[in-house]
């Protein structure tokens, strides 16, 4: 892909230039995290391509000149959230206690495009394509990340998501964004 853009995995001719792909912070030691960081890595590399095709999650990745700057993988699910967080963002109960939502299960960017405003690009562009090609076609409440303790500030600082549930058992935060602060968000 010779344009710069945002493109399907699934539509990848030449899928090598996955294999360069590392989103391990440069200068991370903490070995919890860098194992965190290689699950992220190893996904995109071997992983993600079965997953798209196979229609269990979609995976698109940032292209510049043939550099993957960075990825997300979605899928569509149920979120169980609780009833402070639900009377707070006014969302209608009609006696459900699991939420249609769409799930943000990986978001990174490449290492050698952190901190350049690479990752709110994307995460934008991910938040547009849901709002305009997901939401007009489906039941939707919210969209979901579980999110390591190093990007919280980054979800929640940049685009509102908030916590909606307590740390889960993998030690992630569970974060959320209501379709109408999406709406806002994408300025539509």
């Known amino acids: 892909m010779s344009e710069p853009g945002v493109y399907p995995i699934a539509s990848l001719i030449d899928r090598s230039c996955l294999a360069k792909f590392d ?14 960081y290689a699950d ?4 995109l590399i071997d992983s993600a391509y079965d997953y798209d095709v196979g229609n269990l999650a979609k995976t698109y ?20 959230i609780k009833s402070a967080y ?3 963002k006014h969302i209608t109960t009609n006696g459900a206690s699991n939420y249609p939502s769409i799930d943000i299960v990986y978001f990174a960017i490449d290492r050698n495009y952190q901190q350049q405003k690479e990752g709110s690009a994307l995460m934008k562009a991910l938040l547009t394509m849901i709002y305009e090609e997901v939401v007009p076609y489906t039941g939707v409440a919210l969209v979901t990340v579980q999110a390591l303790e190093v990007a919280v500030s980054f979800y929640a600082e940049k685009f509102s998501f908030e916590r909606h549930a307590s740390k889960n058992s993998k030690g992630k935060q569970d974060m959320a964004l209501t379709i109408p602060e ?6 539509t």
């Open 61 to 80: 990745v940032y292209l510049q000149n043939d550099n993957v700057i960075g990825f997300f993988t979605t899928l569509a699910s149920l979120t169980t």
């Open 182 to 187: 999406i709406e806002e968000l994408v300025g």
């Open 23 to 36: 989103c391990t912070p440069i200068g991370c030691t903490d070995s919890t995290n860098i194992s965190e």
């Open 40 to 43: 992220i890595n190893h996904f």
């Open 86 to 88: 639900r009377r707070a």
